[in-house]
């Protein structure tokens, strides 16, 4: 089989993977999910396989074959994406968008660091169509259209709708291959500001509880003991420091190791110190502060990263909104 190097990855499944259909297994697996760049259906992760998207000990498989004790799968990223998923299917055109509100922060040949507003999401979905980070890119750099995937051009990595911050886009095939291969070695180093909820006993530390799916809806879960979770639970840490505290308030710099979905502000949470603004991970009994912002105070601060030979390090500028609730948590010394 004839492929090139940057689309072949092996995913190793963990014991107590053994045993499932290989079909469950990539649809349980973030790693299978951060190659693929997005969370695929069983139906599209099915086609995919019996399009020779998976080896087996160098064997083709079938979607309903069975992960064998000791077994590493290898993974043909290009099998996966040749085809639309539904939604591309529905929407064949990412329409321009030049009035999308992004600042640049630093552009080069290879990529462009923007600093995303709050607010705006990165790629349209089903429930936002227009007004995305990608209907931007295809407005100022039209080139990037063949970069990637169709609705999501140039983006390597994502962050969530109401976190503002640094985000990463390709330029070119070779660099949106290098940028993806940094991500998934965990090669990218990213720092996060955050206002909590309380303050942390510790100065410093690192949280490494297991991610895993929520058994409510689409959110994630810290798998600590006695809490439901479903599919396979992954490894996670995130390192977090107090920067400054002001009454029952915190403001704190958060490190993520790992790169799961949603990963600081679940892990944040699972440690009672949510991210102020999350009405999804702060549960009703930690939100005792008013007024509350219409978003979670979580803004990704500064990006490093090592890239054909060259060294490079951005920050974003606080926006006004994160500056702003602050100052008044700092001005009323939240009890």
């Given at each position: 089989?004839?492929?090139?190097?940057?689309?072949?990855?092996?995913?190793?499944?963990?014991m107590?993977?053994?045993?499932?259909?290989?079909?469950?297994?990539?649809?349980?697996?973030?790693?299978?999910?951060?190659?693929?760049?997005?969370?695929?259906?069983?139906?599209?992760?099915?086609?995919?396989?019996?399009?020779?998207?998976?080896?087996?000990?160098?064997?083709?498989?079938?979607?309903?074959?069975?992960?064998?004790?000791?077994?590493?799968?290898?993974?043909?990223?290009?099998?996966?994406?040749?085809?639309?998923?539904?939604?591309?299917?529905?929407?064949k055109?990412?329409?321009?968008?030049?009035?999308v509100?992004?600042?640049?922060?630093?552009?080069?040949s290879?990529?462009?660091?923007?600093?995303?507003?709050?607010?705006?999401?990165?790629?349209?979905?089903?429930?936002s169509?227009?007004?995305?980070?990608?209907?931007?890119?295809?407005?100022?750099?039209?080139?990037?259209?063949?970069?990637?995937?169709?609705?999501?051009?140039?983006?390597?990595?994502?962050?969530?709708?109401?976190?503002?911050?640094?985000?990463?886009?390709?330029?070119?095939?070779?660099?949106?291959?290098?940028?993806?291969?940094?991500?998934?070695?965990?090669?990218?180093?990213?720092?996060?500001?955050?206002?909590v909820?309380g303050?942390p006993?510790k100065?410093?530390?690192?949280?490494?509880?297991?991610?895993?799916?929520?058994t409510?809806?689409d959110?994630?879960?810290?798998?600590?003991?006695?809490?439901?979770?479903?599919?396979?639970?992954?490894?996670?840490?995130?390192?977090?420091?107090?920067?400054?505290?002001?009454?029952?308030?915190?403001?704190?710099?958060?490190?993520?190791?790992?790169?799961?979905?949603?990963?600081?502000?679940?892990?944040?949470?699972?440690?009672?110190?949510?991210?102020?603004?999350d009405?999804?991970?702060?549960?009703?009994?930690?939100?005792?502060?008013?007024?509350?912002?219409?978003?979670?105070?979580?803004?990704?601060?500064?990006?490093?990263?090592?890239?054909?030979?060259?060294?490079?390090?951005?920050?974003?500028?606080i926006?006004?909104?994160?500056?702003n609730?602050?100052e008044?948590?700092?001005?009323e010394?939240?009890?």
């Amino acid at each position: 089989m004839d492929v090139s190097h940057e689309n072949r990855y092996t995913v190793t499944p963990s014991m107590a993977d053994f045993g499932k259909r290989i079909d469950v297994f990539l649809a349980q697996s973030k790693h299978f999910e951060d190659i693929v760049g997005k969370k695929l259906s069983r139906a599209h992760i099915s086609r995919g396989i019996r399009n020779g998207g998976v080896l087996a000990d160098a064997s083709r498989v079938k979607p309903h074959t069975k992960l064998l004790a000791t077994e590493c799968l290898t993974v043909f990223s290009d099998k996966f994406t040749s085809f639309p998923d539904k939604f591309e299917r529905q929407h064949k055109t990412l329409v321009p968008e030049p009035s999308v509100p992004i600042d640049i922060i630093r552009e080069t040949s290879d990529f462009v660091i923007i600093n995303k507003p709050a607010g705006i999401q990165v790629h349209p979905s089903s429930t936002s169509e227009s007004g995305t980070v990608a209907n931007w890119i295809l407005a100022h750099y039209p080139e990037i259209a063949t970069i990637g995937e169709p609705m999501r051009p140039g983006i390597v990595h994502r962050l969530d709708r109401n976190t503002s911050g640094l985000l990463i886009i390709a330029r070119t095939q070779k660099s949106f291959a290098a940028l993806k291969k940094l991500f998934q070695n965990r090669s990218i180093h990213k720092s996060y500001l955050a206002i909590v909820y309380g303050v942390p006993h510790k100065q410093a530390g690192s949280i490494t509880t297991p991610i895993a799916r929520s058994t409510r809806g689409d959110r994630q879960s810290a798998a600590l003991p006695g809490r439901r979770v479903k599919g396979v639970a992954r490894p996670a840490e995130t390192s977090y420091r107090i920067l400054e505290t002001f009454g029952s308030v915190s403001l704190i710099e958060a490190t993520p190791k790992t790169g799961r979905t949603h990963q600081i502000r679940v892990h944040l949470s699972s440690i009672g110190h949510p991210v102020i603004g999350d009405c999804l991970y702060a549960s009703r009994s930690s939100r005792t502060i008013a007024p509350l912002p219409e978003r979670h105070l979580l803004h990704a601060a500064q990006l490093s990263f090592r890239l054909f030979e060259q060294d490079y390090s951005f920050s974003a500028p606080i926006p006004d909104d994160f500056s702003n609730w602050q100052e008044l948590y700092k001005s009323e010394k939240v009890r």
